[in-house]
């Protein structure tokens, strides 16, 4: 099985900080990595696929990079609607596993 | 509107059985794969079956393997989870989820989820 972890498991940042959040694979998982995002009593939602593709309607502050086992998300300037938890997923394989979530709090 | 409503949760014991529905609309539901993904309580997300789009291939994560049934009614457009002998580990939101057109394992529309809650 792929597994993926996420660093750091809790990011404390400021309305308009720029925030990365890391995501390593167990091995190569080419492109094929996800991000969503959740707020708290809310379903999941898909921001990035393919590493670095936007999904539709997602705003641009939001960006995905890597390949193989590193990847990171990048929230240009954090937002007070972003503090959530977001999570990676890799989907190179049959499961599509999921890291195990990054909590972005208020400072 | 394009949406997943799930129903069927609730408070079950442990060693009974639950069935989950997945209500689809807005979308062609017979040509897309739909899963089942669950989260404990202030866990993360745990991916536990999968059904192709004509329903013929199924797949469970290990620890639901020979309890849970995934099935799917294309007429209705609707997913089903047929759960039994569930154990307390099996408290989570499920969640149904429809898969990408073109990558079966990528997740682009989510139902509001439903609580199973199994104790005694």
């Known amino acids: 099985d792929i597994h993926m972890t996420q660093s750091p498991s809790t990011l404390s940042a400021s309305v308009g900080d720029r925030v990365t959040i890391t995501c390593r694979a167990s091995?190569?998982?080419?492109?094929?990595l996800a991000w969503y995002q959740q707020k708290p009593g809310e379903a999941p939602k898909l921001l990035i696929y393919?590493?670095?593709s936007l999904e539709s309607g997602v705003p641009s502050r939001f960006s995905g990079s890597g390949s193989g086992t590193e990847f990171t998300l990048t929230i240009s300037s954090l937002q007070p609607d972003d503090f959530a938890t977001y999570y990676c997923?890799?989907?190179?394989?049959?499961?599509?596993?999921f890291g195990q979530g990054t909590k972005v709090e208020i400072k | 509107e394009v949406q997943l409503v799930e129903s069927g949760g609730g408070l079950v014991q442990p060693g009974g059985s639950l069935r989950l529905s997945c209500s689809a609309s807005?979308?062609?539901?017979?040509?897309?794969?739909m899963h089942w993904v669950r989260q404990a309580p202030g866990k993360g997300l745990e991916y536990v079956s999968a059904?192709?789009?004509?329903?013929?291939?199924?797949h469970y994560v290990d620890s639901v393997k020979g309890r849970f049934t995934i099935s799917r009614d294309n007429f209705k457009n609707t997913l089903y989870l047929q759960m039994s002998s569930l154990r307390d580990e099996d408290t989570a939101v499920y969640y149904c989820?429809?898969?990408?057109?073109?990558?079966?394992?990528?997740?682009?529309?989510w139902g509001q989820g439903t609580l199973v809650t199994v104790s005694s």
């Open positions: 989820v429809k898969a990408h057109l073109r990558y079966f394992v990528l997740f682009d529309l």
């Open positions: 997923q890799q989907y190179d394989n049959y499961w599509g596993t």
């Open positions: 091995q190569s998982v080419s492109s094929w």
């Open positions: 393919k590493a670095s």
């Open positions: 059904i192709s789009s004509d329903g013929i291939s199924t």
């Open positions: 807005g979308f062609t539901f017979s040509s897309y794969g």
